[in-house]
């Protein structure tokens, strides 16, 4: 602690003896051919010396501007840069504090007479594209795109690297337009490097067609795409890393790029058993796996890119290689391919206590499991686009999948009655081989017509996929009392689960006014056909092999989904104005044939109106507003509409009911959102709520003697879910180097849901506040000091005696740090710290938990030498409670500890100039 004082004492007299100049530079601009006020304008201050940026602003829509900022120069170049001006260049001298420009005239590209300075603005806003030019933002050395996007002003990335602009969530990362790896960005922003990247463009997401026709995209999403500088279109680059530790610790990777133009070929390999998708490079925020979400689950198990790693919790070695191609043939096709394997192997063990409370009484149910699993998968995917000339586009992108899984798992639960008295047991091994077999394909054509926007579009989807299983199931069954019984088991299932799925859509587009006003005709068919086959054999003592069908415990049912749309609608994109408004009417066939037991067949129909509504009004290129509504039809499942008894688990009997109908849901969003480029302060406001009437639920009783749970299905109305976030940051320079950002979220959420509980109906109504503060202190090129503390408070009310009000409270803290002295030197610290309160007696109530790692920078910075402590305390738990409508329960299983690895990465780069590759020579391993 004294040390941290003495820290912050010269961070204080370093601001007191600096020596710096206050500045504020206003004016107008002006356009000259109209004279007319330009807005959104990007004024900025760049250094004579080395034309490093110094300060930034957005003109305003009566183009008056204000750019403020400190400095030790005595004089700065002033910049004026808008889309189709020639820049406005001036040298200022500040010899005072405020300096009024007047107005300033700028002329039009096409009318210079002469050639200007010519520099590139940090920040351009083009329409609906907002643009970063990534020299003017510094980073730190061997900085990846994760680091320079946390530099960009209105962009936030987690700890789990979940990037935002202006709140709004990115969910797609290009490069040069086409996709890396996916559309996962993290795998782009984590391995690629800065050095390569020229400009960061931001706009609304889109599909090709989206794209093609000029239609509005996903208000609600942003994608980022990266531009490679035209010197680095060709040659080689990439990175490799490995690294090795206690406890028998370890983790490679290693990705090679070979650009050459248009063609893009990208190769990766990783494997690690530290719970990591294996494509990181040493750096600490990327190398711990799942420690970011300690506090809720710290598993084994992960996802990328729709790929799963792992099949549960615990601790998972995986291993995985990649490829990535992207090219242009001709002049009219695009290609790109992608081909992924990962396969992993999860060991994990559970412990639970649970509390079930019912109307008149309550049971406790306790429970240890234990799993291995073994996943081996290959996916590939192809994109065609096609463009025979400006008005037609043709996209094609099939896709294939294979994957087999073994498990093994075993478990061993008790319940017990409210005095404490064994009331049932049970004990399961089962041994589970799956194969994944798939395949899907979307093709989309589009026609334009005319200029005035006008064009028809035909989509068409398909999806095969094709399951089998064997499952070796061992388990015994007591049920205590008065009647007590027991049922043993011993049997062999094989499963077959295949689907087939079609969709096919057609719209039309006319338009009213041209470009902006349409009236929007579709058609939409599908239908999805499921055959499920669940054949069950016991042992025979006779035969020693599993030859005896059992009738009861096997299923044959074939699922057909069928749904036919009409819709019509009316849109409107203006400049700053959008809204569309979409009615449809859904005609829906539901039916199950039961081929063991034809008693049971199901054929339902159900029509239903169906509406969407969305609006956004763009203030300025600071704030915008937005909304959304949508009234949805959700028909039950078809295992819920069948009568059919599910007796699988003794202990909980399923029962099917066919006289369920749709749920009905009100779905409202709007939000807002504000960026001031001058103040660098942002506000970000969320609201959402839903109402659903018809909502199927679960209808359990509870036998009062054996504690046999027993389940059906009902329909309920009066479920509501409402959610209201908000964000406010804000950074102050204090001078050229130092600065802190203020970081506030908060979020509300309450929800009601009406349940069942052993035949009672009654609703719970849940209430959840998450305050969190952050505070980031950045020194350039010498220390990072982010702390920050948040707080989650929940409280249960229930609306019977029987159950008891719940409030739960959970508090989390941490603070992580970065040091870059001395020279080469990087030292990242990340300190987390948890508190439940709540949790029961015999599980961890708090937890520190700590990560360091320090690296070395040699070889000219291109190899990198790290030491690592994962959980330097040894502290790692991820003990937690839940609370649900009738039930308390507090769980714990496997997480990782306390490891020290040392590793070792190294970059090559031979990417040219002018398209040609210099004389540097690379390696991988």
């Not at 795409?225 to 090795?244: D, P, S, Y």
């Not at 009655?417 to 081989?433: I, P, R």
């Not at 006003?517 to 999805?528: G, Q, T, V």
Request: net charge negative; proline share 2%.
């Amino acid at each position: 602690m004294k040390k941290l004082t003495l820290v912050f004492a010269l961070l204080f007299a370093c601001f007191t003896f600096s020596q710096e100049k206050t500045f504020e530079i206003t004016g107008t601009l002006i356009a000259e051919d109209s004279n007319l006020p330009i807005e959104s304008a990007t004024v900025y201050l760049e250094r004579l010396k080395d034309s490093s940026v110094v300060s930034y602003t957005i003109s305003e829509k009566n183009g008056f501007f204000k750019i403020e900022g400190r400095t030790f120069d005595d004089s700065l170049n002033f910049y004026a840069s808008y889309v189709g001006y020639g820049a406005h260049v001036q040298k200022i001298k500040l010899d005072k504090e405020k300096i009024d420009l007047k107005t300033i005239s700028m002329q039009l590209d096409n009318q210079l007479k002469e050639v200007l300075i010519k520099s590139t603005a940090p920040i351009t806003i083009k329409k609906d594209t907002l643009e970063f030019n990534v020299k003017s933002f510094k980073t730190k050395k061997d900085a990846t795109v994760e680091d320079l996007l946390k530099q960009l002003p209105g962009v936030e990335v987690d700890e789990e690297g979940k990037i935002t602009v202006n709140g709004k969530e990115v969910n797609k990362i290009l490069v040069n337009g086409k996709p890396f790896f996916g559309d996962d960005p993290t795998i782009t922003t984590k391995n690629l490097t800065k050095d390569i990247i020229e400009k960061i463009q931001v706009v609304d997401s889109k599909t090709k067609s989206e794209a093609f026709t000029g239609e509005a995209g996903d208000k609600e999403n942003k994608t980022i795409n990266l531009t490679i500088k035209e010197e680095n279109n060709k040659g080689v680059f990439g990175r490799v890393a490995a690294g090795a530790g206690t406890d028998e610790r370890y983790e490679y990777a290693g990705m090679v790029n070979l650009f050459n133009n248009d063609r893009r070929i990208s190769v990766l390999a990783g494997g690690n058993n530290i719970n990591s998708p294996g494509f990181s490079f040493g750096e600490l925020s990327k190398m711990f796996g799942n420690a970011s979400s300690i506090y809720i689950n710290s598993n084994g198990s992960f996802r990328f890119d729709g790929r799963s790693f792992g099949g549960g919790q615990g601790i998972t070695t995986s291993r995985s290689t990649g490829l990535n191609y992207a090219d242009v043939i001709g002049e009219t096709v695009d290609i790109a391919a992608d081909y992924f394997n990962s396969s992993s192997n999860s060991e994990n063990e559970t412990i639970s206590e649970r509390e079930t409370i019912l109307a008149d009484s309550r049971f406790f149910t306790n429970s240890r499991s234990t799993s291995n699993n073994d996943t081996d998968s290959h996916s590939a995917n192809l994109e065609f686009e096609i463009e025979t000339d400006s008005t037609f586009q043709l996209s094609i992108e099939p896709s294939f999948g294979y994957s087999k899984t073994r498990t093994f798992y075993n478990s061993n639960d008790e319940t017990l009655d409210e005095d404490l008295v064994l009331t049932n047991q049970s004990a399961v091994n089962s041994d589970v081989e799956s194969y994944a077999r798939e395949f899907s394909t979307n093709i989309s054509a589009t026609k334009r017509f005319g200029s005035k926007g006008a064009f028809i579009k035909a989509e068409v989807e398909t999806e095969i996929n094709k399951q089998e299983s064997d499952d070796y199931l061992n388990s015994v069954a007591e049920i205590f009392g008065t009647d007590p019984e027991t049922i043993v088991r011993n049997q062999f299932t094989d499963g077959v689960n295949d689907s087939y799925g079609v969709s096919t859509e057609l719209t039309y587009r006319l338009p009213i006014v041209a470009k902006k006003l349409f009236l929007n005709f579709e058609y939409e068919y599908s239908r999805d056909k499921e055959n499920n086959r669940q054949s069950t054999f016991d042992y025979s003592d006779t035969s020693e092999g599993f030859d005896d069908f059992n009738t009861e415990l096997s299923t044959d049912f074939e699922y057909t989904d069928s749904r036919s749309i009409p819709r019509v609608g009316v849109t409107y994109n203006g400049e700053k104005f959008y809204t569309r408004l979409n009615i449809g009417y859904n005609i829906r066939t539901l039916e199950n044939n039961d081929l063991l037991r034809p008693q049971f067949n199901v054929e339902r129909k159900f029509k239903n109106l169906e509406a969407s509504y969305r609006v956004n009004y763009r203030f300025s290129p600071k704030a915008s507003v937005y909304a959304s509504y949508w009234l949805s039809n959700n028909p039950p499942g078809l295992r819920q509409l069948q009568a059919f008894t599910d007796v699988s688990n003794p202990l909980s009997v399923i029962v099917g009911n066919p006289n369920l109908e749709p749920s009905r849901r009100h779905s409202f969003y709007a939000g807002y959102n504000a960026f001031d480029w001058q103040k660098r302060t942002g506000f970000y406001a969320n609201f959402n709520s839903s109402f659903t009437n018809n909502q199927v639920v679960s209808r359990t009783v509870v036998d009062p003697e054996t504690l046999v749970r027993t389940t059906t299905y009902e329909n309920v109305d009066g479920n509501y879910s409402i959610g209201v976030s908000g964000t406010y940051s804000k950074e102050v320079k204090l001078d050229t180097l130092k600065s802190i950002k203020f970081n506030l979220r908060t979020r509300f959420d309450r929800s009601k849901n009406i349940n069942f509980n052993n035949d009672v109906q009654y609703a719970s109504t849940v209430n959840t506040i998450v305050p969190r503060l952050g505070v980031d202190f950045i020194w350039d090129k010498v220390m990072e000091v982010k702390p920050y503390y948040e707080l989650v408070i929940s409280n249960n009310a229930y609306d019977i005696e029987a159950f008891e009000d719940r409030n739960f409270t959970r508090h989390n803290a941490g603070l992580r740090t970065a040091t870059f002295l001395p020279k080469k030197f990087e030292w990242e610290n990340d300190i987390r710290f948890s508190y439940n309160p709540n949790v029961a007696e015999g599980f961890q109530k708090s937890a520190w938990f700590w990560n360091s790692t320090l690296t070395y920078s040699i070889l000219k910075d291109k190899g990198l030498i790290s030491l690592k402590v994962y959980d330097l305390l040894n502290q790692n738990t991820n003990a937690r409670r839940t609370a649900t409508q009738d039930y308390i329960q507090d769980y714990q299983s496997t997480v990782l500890r306390q490891y020290f690895m040392l590793g070792f990465s190294y970059k090559f780069n031979s990417l040219g100039s002018k398209g040609e590759t210099s004389d540097d020579n690379f390696f991988m391993f």
